[in-house]
Every structure is written in structure tokens, then in C-alpha cells.
């Protein structure tokens, strides 16, 4: 045969395959109508019906009737025989019909419904759990998302959402064939195939474990270097761990040596994110020691944490350095500390710091704790129990997992012997008239300094006039007496050996007349209260700690009493005969009560009173009283 023979019948076979091929691939266009009858014989359209290949492989050959009950869908035909069709819808039963396309690329199939004779729908139930370990309680799962579609193809979709207890239902049709269900949470997603029987309800749960089936990883893990804890110094260990599951609470930690053929070794166990590790005489430590964790749960072992190191040649923990001392110019003086702390390995610690004094006129010359802090600062105060020195030394140690540092460098803060100021002048009335001049006599000038809490008092004389003998600096003022508004708007800054003069000037009450009110009662066994009004009881007042003037008033038929004073501070006396007298020291001005009750003792009573005064004594012995105070005496 020669080669134009072989061509031309090649040519020949392969026009053969093509048209075969061709033959095969018939695409068919399958449409029609899906209706049923209703009780007088007329036809209606089912919509949403669906129709589809019952033996078809491809999820594509289908459709669902619109609302005039019509579908239509494409598919290839193999010349292999006649194609089964079924056509579902809710409330019907289910038809299939058989087709022979026979070359026509359309054809047309209707299906004439009848309304089903039987329940054909059944219900799908169950609930959806989780739990955070495998020891833990199990709880409901809320709006997780419930979906099904039948294994014959995606359409139609069902869904639905689990309420608060984690439940869920689902109206499904009856079918041999199995539907297809999904079940999504934020912990997953689940599916699974079920067989829904008409008129019965089938049960299908969703269980997600919500925690890690491998442990999680330990990170961050620091290693610092100790020379104390046994005669070759520790490791100290330190990591980060989160894990949804609580019961996770052992750590393996292994070591690798670095100058020693030995390769990772396990060294202990952990429940805690810290361990200390005391390097032994059989394994001594190398220039560098390096170590990872590693977590444990429920037999699984995580992955290794970071690597970290020790240097061994380090000294630990290491001393603050840079220390300077600032002297802070208050009343009393004192000392501004600032330092710097390094770890030249580069990891970030936090020690303590302890701060030492030396100073001749409080130590005697000996270094001396005095505080500790976890700032790199620290403001020191002389005081009444730390008295200024020409020379006050300071040191700083660093302090962790009471380990103590060498101490820092030394600075010293020089200064000469403190020297008093005097601040002097007189207090006068505020008056509108620059002619006039109103001294007044009495007034208590405070003078205090903030940060130091101390307080220096004095009282002008009766020419309004006051001197005070003050350490350096400066000073808020506090200005009172009876009759006048307080001035506390005042500031004077006193100069070692010099004088400086402060006048302060106070505004009068607009009347300064106020009134003192108030019962007296007596003692009785007849009165329900125990208590009886004493008409008549003598009222006596007199500015404290003097003896006049002195104002008086007497108690009506109620035992009530009013007594006009100026502003100020008083005692007061209230008396009855055959009563003890009562006592009480009162402060009568604007914005204050005004009003003291008495209750009198008989004199014959087994009862003693007691009466005093309340005053607040001043750091430098100064005394300034105090008004309103609650007394009250409980018996034993």
C-alpha cells in the first residue's frame, strides 16, 4: 500500500470519530409545564416545583417552575437510551417520567400533579454543643447556623438558626434519597447525611471541641543568670502561656549546653510559668546555657517555646550606676536621687531598688537603710527625724528575687549650716476707707510648707503686730480671726538672716453678731425620752480662755436658749439647780451650725461628765483647736 493509500484512509476514520463524537453529544433542551387540578377539574400552576435528571451525576440538570408553573433546563444525551425525570413539590406526590429524545434537540414534558394523600414532610431536631476542654462542662451553642439540601442537587436551600439553648428545628420532605446538612459555628463547620421519614422527626446533634488537640506553644521565655543557688549559680526561668484549655498546667523544660557534647535534655517540670534550674557539679555550666519549654496535655506535647541563653561571666544581679543627688530647697532642705540601670544582656528587668544614707548628725557616720522603690528616683526630706548636715551621702542597690546588688557609686549633698529668717508685721481690717487703720489682735497666722506637712503658728498682739523666727524657704499662709473671713491666698518665701516683712489684711463679716441656739434638758424618771426641758437654766459665754466679757441668757418654759455673739471661739457653761453643770467649747460664725444642746446630770445622779478640749498639735508643738468634733463615750 502506498503512502497516498495510508493518508486518505486515516483521513477517512478520523471523519468517522468526529462524527461519532458528534453524535454522542447531543445537547437536549427539556421544558414544559408542572400544573395540578383543583376540585372542579380546572388546572392551576404549581410554582417552586422541582424537576431534574432523577439519574444525572451533575447537580446542573434541574430547575424549579416559576410562578406560572413553567421550567426549562439544557443537558447533553449520550444516544444511551431513554431519560427519567423527577418532579417533586411540597403537598404533592412525587411523578417520574420517561423520554426518548430520538434526535430532537427540544422536548417538551409536562407533569399534572395530585395533592398528596400523606404526610410527606418529617422534622429535623438536635442540638449544638461545645466545650473548652475536655474536662469542661458542655455548653449550648447559640445562632449556629443550620442549612440542608438534598443530595440530588443544591436546590432548594432549608436554614435555620439554634435559639439560646443550643436547639434547632427543621421541616424537611420525606425522601429515600439523603439530605445533605451543615451545620457552621465560630468553632468550626460540620455536615452530615440524614434520611428524613415522612411524618416522624429525626434527631441530629453537633459537637465542636473548642480547644487545640495539640497544646499551644509557650513564648516569650526569659533566662537570667544568678550566682546564687548553689555553688555553680541558677537559671532563672520565666515564659508566657495562653491556652483555652485550664487543665494545661505542666511545662517540660529542657537545657542544652553549650560548650559539652550533650545535646537538648529534659531538666524538670513546671506547673508554673517559672522555673529555677541549679546548674550540678555533674553538668557544669558552660559559657552559654541555653534553654526552651515545652507544654503537656493530655499526653500531647506542644511545639518548643523560644530558645533563650545565660551568660555565666555575668555578675547578677547588677549594680545601678550613675547615681546623682540634687540638693531640693524646701524648709528643711532635702535630696533629689536619679540613677541608671542596665542588664547587659538585653533583657528587660524590673528590679528593686534599695536606697542607703550616711549622715553625721543622724547615723553617725554608719550607711544606714532608709527606703526602697521600683522608680529610678527618689525625693528624700530632711526632717524633725533626719536633721540637715553639712554632709549627707547616698548609695543605691538593686534587689531581685532577694538577691541584692553591689552597692552604686556615691554622691553626697555639701551644705552649710541652715540659718533662720525672721518674718514679721501686723494684721489689719480691710476698709474701704484708706484713712482708717484697724488693727486686730488675736489672729492666728499659719504658716506651712506642702510637701513637708509641718506647721509654724503665731498669734498677733494687740497692736496687730506678729514676729516669727522661720527655716528657709517658702511658705503657704493662713490667716484667721473671729469676726473676720479667713485669708489663705498668702505666700512669703523667707531668706536665711534677713528680715521680711508680710502685712495681711482680713475683711469683716457684714454682721458680726451671730446667734447661738439650743435646748437645755435635765435628767427624769417620768418622761419617756428620760429627758425633761429646764426652763429657767442659766446660759454663760465667754471667749475661750478668757474671762470676759461674758453674755448671758436664760432657757424659756421648753428649755430653749438664744445667745447673740460675735464670731469666735467660746466657752460655754449652762447651769440648774440641783443639775450639774454642763460645759462645751463652740465656734460661732457664718456657714457654721450655731446650735449646742446641754443635757444635765442630777447632782445626786451616779452619772459623771466628762468635758475637755480637741486640738490638733502642730509637728514643731504648735496647737490650733478644732471645732465639731464628735465626741461620744461608749461604757465597758
Known sequence: MNTSSINKSF????????????????????YGNVSSTSADGSFFPVAGAYVGLADSGNSDHYDLTDDDGHYEFS????????????CEAEGYDTQTATVMPAGEVEVELNFVLSPSQQEQNGVLFGNVTYQFSPTGPVMPVAGASIGATPSWGPEPWFQTETNE??????????????????CTTEYG???????????????LNFHFNAWEEQPAVPY?????????GGENGMAILNWEYNSLDPTESLFHIYLYYGSANVEWMLVGESSETHFEYIFEDDFPPSDESCFKVTAISNGEESEPSNTACVSLDSGWPWAPYDLTATYVDTAWGGAYLEWSYTDPTGIPTNPDFQVYLRSETWSGGEWIFIDETNQMNYLFFYGDYVPPANETCFYVTAVRFEQESDPSNTTCIIMAELENGVVYGTVYEMSLDPNEVILIAGAVIHFFIGDIGDTWTVISGDNGGYEISLLPGTYQVWVEAGGYFP???????????????????LQPYDNNEFVLRGFVRGQ????????????????????NDQEEPVYEAVTNEEGFYELPLPSGYYDVTAEHEGYEPGFAYVYIGP??????????????????????????????????????????????
Open 75 to 86: 443537558f447533553l444525551w449520550d444516544w444511551d437510551g431513554p431519560i427519567v425525570v423527577i
Open 524 to 543: 427624769s424618771e417620768n418622761d419617756p425620752s428620760g429627758w425633761q426641758p429646764l426652763p429657767g437654766s442659766q446660759i454663760r459665754a465667754t471667749p
Open 591 to 636: 456657714d457654721n451650725e450655731n446650735w449646742h444642746d446641754f443635757y444635765l446630770e442630777q447632782t445626786d445622779s451616779q452619772n459623771a461628765g466628762i468635758h475637755g478640749l480637741v486640738y490638733w498639735e502642730t509637728p514643731n508643738w504648735g496647737e490650733i483647736m478644732i471645732s465639731g468634733a464628735q465626741i461620744r463615750a461608749e461604757s465597758s
Open 189 to 203: 463547620q460540620q455536615e452530615a447525611e440524614v434520611v428524613i421519614t415522612a411524618g416522624q422527626e429525626t434527631e
Open 487 to 505: 485669708n489663705d491666698d498668702e505666700s512669703v518665701t523667707v531668706i536665711p538672716n534677713e528680715e521680711v516683712e508680710q502685712n495681711f489684711y
Open 220 to 228: 516569650d521565655l526569659v533566662a537570667e543568670y544568678s550566682p546564687y
Open 165 to 182: 439553648d443550643g436547639h434547632y428545628e427543621l421541616e424537611l420532605w420525606a425522601n429515600d434519597a439523603p439530605w445533605i446538612v451543615y
Open 11 to 30: 483521513l477517512i476514520i478520523l471523519f468517522a470519530f468526529l462524527t461519532t463524537a458528534s453524535i454522542s453529544a447531543q445537547e437536549i433542551v427539556l
